[in-house]
């Protein structure tokens, strides 16, 4: 095929990129189930191939580090965890053992189960995650059956790649300084894919159907991260347009980068707190190098999937401390426990429920189970004593949970003083509004907390009923849905009327075209991956608070999402012109 065609995904890290296609296959690694005779030599087979593994990931883990830092190589945290888990371990040996079976299915058979929950979760970190295991279980299986590795990848310089998807591992045996921008089948904004090419600076594009089918190694292609195009054997005059395009993101990156250490501060003098998403310690080095102030959602699920017990309150506490020590004086925001029936079985007892994502989850299962929650809260407060840490409460629908919450806080602290623990007395607790209830309550929920912080994701998912993940509906799921916009409003005017700020942590406040409207509602604080911030700071810092209050006036008139965009994409482009030449607003085009 020599002539144009395009192929569109989904967007994962902005930029435009113009070389020519390397297609990734990899190898195959099989793992035929077969009953053995000999289970001593299966279990010395099993326990050699680990050993070999962990060698692997190890030095894979130390050319993430050289190549692109201890954020892009966190997950490798996780997978040498899991490979370290006496639960992986013997749940393998059982099966050798009892069932007679190879090393390679046992093994295989215990992580998929693993995996398999992760691709259940309604969480889309976590889903994204399973992959990752599961290219886990093919090397671990590789070192088992003693097969053949895959040679380091010998790219072109001008190399964009092509896969069904790409692991830890494979970006790791790819040689980067060649590498202008990835293109995967599979994946969403926060697979590997993504997270690497953030780190990178450069373009992605993730979910881009039937990318195999239809491309091969050698095709020109442009590449454009913030759309979510590939464009194959562009004519001459597409090669012009994102020539000049691609000019003008560079001028903008460089800009963005003077403005990483600048405070947001609005054009009429308004300061507005970024700070960041993040769920490892290790990310603390990109809150600070992209000019976050501190954490507004640490995500601490990451303690409890990575092993096969509830984490003491010591280890909670040695990674809690080491956060808020790191950010200092900057605040960091702990979410407590959020995971639900699909991530709970093996650590808290069997759980059967026909939709566990609105069932028996997050604080209402903390409540449910003080022997859980108690532990957390003393090593959030422990660590309140070495920085400015506040307690976020996840999935809160009514003033109960709040009031109940509150109880056990309060008794968690008292247990901590007649032990002689440090913390702060004055700790701040606030909750995640992101169910319609809690929006709908807030001004009695106000009254309670410290703070709000909007869940923007599933705000938008529980109000349109939409499952984002589902690909059916996923065209429903829109922050910009005027149902969504007026539950926003009612929080932040509920929250101020009661002397409380206001933030958000959700994907939409990493959105330039939705500053202007949440800046207009009254949101007081952002919490983004870091690599937004920048981005957001510069929107920040050419508006003014007045004229963002006449916009948002003007778009909570409206009846539909493409009028409220349509508003934001004109007003923008007199603010900020090239935002929209270099493609950085992509919210209008929407599949």
Same mark, same amino acid.
């Given at each position: 095929?020599?002539?144009?065609?395009?192929?569109?995904?989904?967007?994962?890290?902005?930029?435009?990129?113009?070389?020519?296609?390397?297609?990734?296959?990899?190898?195959?690694?099989?793992?035929? $189930?077969? +009953?053995?005779?000999?289970?001593?030599?299966?279990?010395?087979?099993?326990?050699?191939?680990?050993?070999?593994?962990?060698?692997?990931?190890?030095?894979?883990?130390?050319?993430?580090?050289?190549?692109?830092?201890?954020?892009?190589?966190?997950?490798?945290?996780?997978?040498?965890?899991?490979?370290?888990?006496?639960?992986?371990?013997?749940?393998?040996? /059982?099966?050798? +053992?009892?069932?007679?079976?190879?090393?390679?299915?046992?093994?295989?058979?215990?992580?998929?189960?693993?995996?398999?929950?992760?691709?259940?979760?309604?969480?889309?970190?976590?889903?994204?995650?399973?992959?990752?295991?599961?290219?886990?279980?093919?090397?671990?299986?590789?070192?088992?059956?003693?097969?053949?590795?895959?040679?380091?990848?010998?790219?072109?310089?001008?190399?964009?790649?092509?896969?069904?998807?790409?692991?830890?591992?494979?970006?790791?045996?790819?040689?980067?300084?060649?590498?202008?921008?990835?293109?995967?089948?599979?994946?969403?904004?926060?697979?590997?894919?993504?997270?690497?090419?953030?780190?990178?600076?450069?373009?992605?594009?993730?979910?881009?159907?039937?990318?195999?089918?239809?491309?091969?190694?050698?095709?020109?292609?442009?590449?454009?991260?913030?759309?979510?195009?590939?464009?194959?054997?562009?004519?001459?005059?597409?090669?012009?347009?994102?020539?000049?395009?691609?000019?003008?993101?560079?001028?903008?990156?460089?800009?963005?980068?003077?403005?990483?250490? #600048?405070?947001?501060?609005?054009?009429?003098?308004?300061?507005?707190?970024?700070?960041?998403?993040?769920?490892?310690?290790?990310?603390?080095?990109?809150?600070?190098?992209?000019?976050?102030?501190?954490?507004? %959602?640490?995500?601490?699920?990451?303690?409890?999937?990575?092993?096969?017990?509830?984490?003491?309150?010591?280890?909670?506490?040695?990674?809690?401390? $080491?956060?808020?020590? $790191?950010?200092?004086?900057?605040?960091?925001?702990?979410?407590?426990?959020?995971?639900?029936?699909?991530?709970?079985?093996?650590?808290?007892?069997?759980?059967?429920?026909?939709?566990?994502?609105?069932?028996?989850?997050?604080?209402?299962?903390? %409540?449910?189970?003080?022997?859980?929650?108690?532990?957390?809260?003393?090593?959030?407060?422990?660590?309140?004593?070495?920085?400015?840490?506040?307690?976020?409460?996840?999935?809160?629908?009514?003033?109960?949970?709040?009031?109940?919450?509150?109880?056990?806080?309060?008794?968690?602290?008292?247990?901590?003083?007649?032990?002689? !623990?440090?913390?702060?007395?004055?700790?701040?607790?606030?909750?995640?509004?992101?169910?319609?209830?809690?929006?709908?309550?807030? /001004?009695?929920?106000?009254?309670?907390?410290?703070?709000?912080?909007?869940?923007?994701?599933?705000?938008?998912?529980?109000?349109?009923?939409?499952?984002?993940?589902?690909?059916?509906?996923?065209?429903?799921?829109?922050?910009?849905?005027?149902?969504?916009?007026?539950?926003?409003?009612?929080?932040?005017? #509920?929250? !101020?009327?009661?002397?409380?700020?206001?933030?958000?942590?959700?994907?939409?406040?990493?959105?330039?075209?939705?500053?202007?409207?949440?800046?207009?509602?009254? %949101?007081?604080?952002?919490?983004?991956?870091?690599?937004?911030?920048?981005?957001?700071?510069?929107?920040?810092?050419?508006?003014?608070?007045?004229?963002?209050?006449?916009?948002?006036?003007?778009?909570?008139?409206?009846?539909?999402?493409?009028?409220?965009? +349509?508003?934001?994409?004109?007003?923008?482009?007199?603010?900020?012109?090239?935002?929209?030449?270099?493609?950085?607003?992509?919210?209008?085009?929407?599949?």
């Amino acid at each position: 095929m020599n002539a144009e065609y395009r192929i569109s995904g989904l967007p994962a890290s902005p930029g435009i990129a113009i070389g020519r296609a390397f297609v990734y296959r990899k190898g195959a690694v099989t793992a035929v $189930k077969y +009953r053995v005779s000999d289970t001593g030599r299966e279990l010395e087979k099993f326990k050699a191939g680990l050993i070999r593994a962990k060698a692997e990931f190890s030095e894979l883990k130390q050319q993430i580090v050289l190549r692109m830092g201890e954020e892009a190589a966190a997950i490798w945290d996780a997978q040498l965890l899991m490979l370290d888990d006496p639960e992986t371990f013997e749940g393998t040996v /059982r099966r050798i +053992r009892e069932q007679r079976q190879d090393a390679a299915s046992s093994f295989k058979e215990v992580m998929e189960e693993v995996a398999q929950g992760m691709q259940n979760s309604s969480n889309a970190y976590l889903k994204e995650r399973s992959a990752d295991i599961r290219d886990m279980i093919w090397r671990v299986i590789k070192h088992i059956e003693a097969q053949s590795t895959l040679p380091r990848q010998d790219l072109p310089r001008d190399a964009i790649v092509l896969a069904h998807e790409l692991s830890p591992a494979d970006t790791a045996l790819m040689s980067h300084k060649k590498i202008l921008g990835f293109i995967t089948e599979t994946g969403g904004k926060t697979s590997h894919t993504a997270i690497v090419a953030r780190s990178l600076e450069i373009p992605a594009v993730v979910g881009a159907p039937d990318l195999m089918l239809k491309a091969a190694t050698g095709q020109p292609v442009i590449l454009d991260g913030a759309r979510g195009l590939a464009i194959f054997n562009p004519g001459p005059q597409t090669l012009e347009l994102y020539r000049e395009e691609q000019k003008v993101f560079l001028k903008h990156l460089t800009n963005l980068k003077r403005l990483r250490r #600048q405070k947001a501060v609005t054009r009429d003098g308004h300061q507005v707190e970024l700070s960041a998403n993040i769920e490892m310690p290790e990310e603390t080095a990109s809150v600070l190098s992209h000019g976050a102030k501190g954490v507004g %959602l640490y995500r601490t699920e990451f303690l409890f999937l990575t092993s096969d017990h509830l984490p003491t309150e010591e280890e909670q506490f040695q990674v809690y401390r $080491k956060v808020a020590v $790191k950010l200092s004086p900057d605040p960091v925001i702990f979410r407590t426990f959020d995971l639900g029936g699909d991530k709970l079985d093996n650590k808290t007892g069997p759980l059967s429920e026909a939709n566990p994502f609105m069932g028996w989850r997050a604080i209402r299962f903390c %409540l449910d189970r003080p022997e859980v929650f108690k532990p957390q809260l003393r090593a959030i407060l422990r660590a309140s004593a070495h920085g400015q840490v506040k307690i976020m409460l996840p999935m809160i629908c009514c003033l109960s949970e709040v009031i109940r919450a509150k109880k056990v806080i309060a008794e968690v602290k008292i247990e901590l003083k007649e032990q002689g !623990h440090k913390f702060d007395p004055n700790c701040q607790m606030g909750i995640m509004v992101e169910t319609p209830s809690a929006a709908l309550t807030a /001004r009695q929920l106000a009254r309670e907390v410290d703070f709000f912080s909007i869940g923007s994701n599933d705000l938008t998912q529980y109000t349109l009923a939409v499952d984002r993940s589902n690909q059916k509906v996923a065209g429903l799921y829109d922050p910009f849905n005027p149902a969504v916009l007026r539950l926003i409003r009612e929080v932040a005017e #509920q929250g !101020h009327r009661a002397g409380i700020w206001v933030g958000m942590c959700g994907e939409m406040c990493a959105d330039p075209l939705a500053m202007p409207l949440l800046l207009g509602l009254g %949101l007081d604080e952002f919490s983004m991956n870091p690599a937004s911030v920048p981005e957001i700071k510069r929107m920040i810092m050419n508006l003014s608070v007045d004229e963002c209050r006449k916009v948002a006036a003007r778009v909570m008139e409206e009846p539909d999402p493409m009028a409220v965009r +349509r508003i934001l994409f004109d007003f923008v482009g007199t603010i900020l012109p090239d935002l929209k030449l270099a493609g950085r607003i992509c919210s209008l085009e929407r599949n």
